[in-house]
């Protein structure tokens, strides 16, 4: 492609995603193709020669787009939201332009000290002490991965990394953590049956009473505890693990804290939500994601440890082929993770926060709490509704509960969710909370208003009175 | 940022893209700036309200620019290439405009089925046989990881995944392999002693008759072979090792093998280089590299598997909040890896693919390898250097060699390659070979012509040249 070309396209793209960003709402924010849908109107076998890009652009209009499932939509609801910023995308335009890749500081020194400087504005911005040192991870999958492996080596001496696992170290979590440290538990070699499920109280949240007892009890079986991994704002409701005594317990025995943040980290910008973050100096590591509710778009998970020598003793190593001049006085973030090559992804983290400043961030954050707020005592309002979690942050967890029995509820509950994602206006998903069938509405997008608010209290209540009429 | 503004600065970006491909060797290719330098001239604290686009961009020329390293220059000659294309750029852009994480099939489904589409005409590309499945990774070094996992876990009938590590596994790999089987190994909870090095011959392939005793030996031990890593193009000199025999020997033992081709894969899609993967019938699991010599813009890793069953029950989990109506009928891709959330990846290769055609993207290829052969030839006609290992694709190794005691004769390879890096027209890298440090040249990046190559040969015989009679 030739300049001009580029140029040509380059524009027209900008010009499609400036409209998309501002009509994405026209869209059903669910894609309702069918499985296998798209494939049967793509070719089987690679084109052999060049195609213009016109026809290029055609087929993402006419083939990919009825396939997408808008996360940008403002009436996206579901899962957590994944939001993006104008600038965000710029910057990653931007990153994708430079083509840089910056596994080690001399293949790009801004890449690795822009990253420094942005993840300790990240680490200022949700008060975590001083000293905690930060690096991007793509998801905060692969941040949890890497602390249950820096714990494990940790407690072991470094000895697994070097002849293998040898006899039983315990993870303990709440029964309510994220299903990213079952992934984690199996890939570092714990295995499942030694992640401990830890009980929750009425409000879904960890009771560190347990936790010490199970502790004990795994002490006294002659197993090794080496994590706890702390959930603040979990995914099926938002629920806050109290740091401060699990910290506690983590200190009293030695073991690594990992506070997974991924969701609600953001939220303790603001003074008034920092209270989830109280303890956090307990923590040998924590994550929360840009990438889910700071504008950032995906992927730019923060992960911030205590001790980086511990972390990159755990993942170091030094092929000739990778050694350069400076290794001993700079970051070489290829030691900081699982990957060797690395995004550039401190750049749009940058331009965010820069293009928002802290205070307007802030005030997103804000409209999304207040927003869910609204949702809940507006729904509450309605008696045939009920909520099934408390609301800290910008999730809602609630059913239709009409009095029959549970199983009913469950069958019903579930009918409704179909109903509400089938009119291609909102998006919710759903979880189960003590074996009931949930409903989760989350509030998260840049361009979510109290309109987009009230239009899903309507659709939820008039699909309601629907199913209700129909199912006596 | 209004519209108007992100169009604005989004054609600003585009032009400024669009100059930077053109006349990106005007800069130094490898940055020139000390450590700290760059962290230096950036706020300590995160700015508290919005700041203008224009000031960003300014910083980002002042502050950021003289950091970066240009790796889409096309005096890069060091590591492998991460090569781009106009095509990728806008693909990477699309992709960001759109923010959509295809997870799950039903977060995207063009995410997902476009993936497998790309995916497959990848695999009709390089020439392996119907039937696998491919996913993309981020990287070679994330394939490798699900690789060994999925092996450990086929190994014990998926016993580890659930009760956690139990007796000895072992992996077999050329001492030529990748470091990140290094780092595979430990976090798989191998162990690193439990990575068998198997001896190469004189041209760094691993020796399969050295593999055959060394699997032999470890039954005799009690030890559980789980796994064999063969590389086609190692990164050190571009080795292969014999797919075929290695191949083979997995079969009659029952071992995992897993193909790293993440450099030299793309060679395979010339008719005249498939040799490279003759054999590749027999791998369980290969990778490569579309984001290092395929023109697709960092990170686009293609991970393929024989049996899919294998990965997908290694990672799978199934909390109920991920749970979908079309689970038993659709490909999750959260379950073929490590991350949950996944970035729309296949839209760029997409872009790649059909903008250049097969045809397009073998013209370059060849041309690379062609000034590779240039290269080399020249040298040689040059007596004071010498060839360190044979020349199959785009990498040459070699050295100064005026027949002083090896030791010298490191330490004035290692003075040369600081004085040809020192120029800033061209950057090249290092490893060694039988204790030799090695002075590598990869012709890869897409502009990348022959008068690129002829100055690169000038520089160098002129650096050699003062320096020989700088030393005497």
Redesign the interface.
Known sequence: ?E?E???K???E??????D???EVEKYPV??T?Q?????AK??????????K?D??LED?QK??????????HPGWFA?FP?????????G???S??????GMV???????T??E???M???R??IGLPEGYAGVIQ?????AT?CAL?AAREKATGFK???????G??RVYASREA???V??GV?????????LVAIPVDEEFALIPGQLEKAIENDLKAGFRPACVVATVGT??SGAVDPLKPIGEICQKFGLWLHVDAAYAGTAAILPEKHWALEGAEYADSLVFNP?KWMLT???CSAFFVKDPQVLTR??E??????KT??DA??KNFRDWG????R?FRA?KL??V????????IKKIIRRHIHLAELFHDELLQDKRFEILAPVYFSLVCFRLNDGRPEEELNHLNKQLL?AINSTGKIFL????LNGKFTL?LVVGQRTTEERHVREALNIIKTRAEELLKKNI
Request: no cysteine.
């Open positions: 492609m300049k070309e580029f140029r396209y380059g524009y793209l900008i010009d499609w995603v400036a998309y960003l501002e669910k894609s193709v499985p296998g849908e798209i494939k793509l070719p089987s076998s690679p084109p052999p020669h060049p195609e890009m026809m290029i993402f083939i990919i787009l009825p396939g997408i499932t808008h996360w940008q899962y994944s939001n993006s910023s104008p600038a965000s995308i710029l990653e335009l931007l994708a332009g430079l083509g840089t890749q500081w001399e293949t790009s020194p801004s890449a000290e822009l420094e400087v942005v300790d504005w990240l200022q911005m793509d998801t905060a999958s692969t991965l492996l697994i990394n070097e002849a293998g696992f040898e039983v170290l994220h299903s990213s079952d992934k199996k890939i570092a070699g714990f295995g499942k049956k030694n995914t099926s990438h778009n995906f992927d755990t993942f190593i030094h092929p000739e082929y990778l001049g400076v006085v700079v699982i990957q060797l090559g995004r750049l940058w331009f926060l820069r293009s928002y400043g802290v205070e307007g179909e998903t759903h979880t189960t989760r």
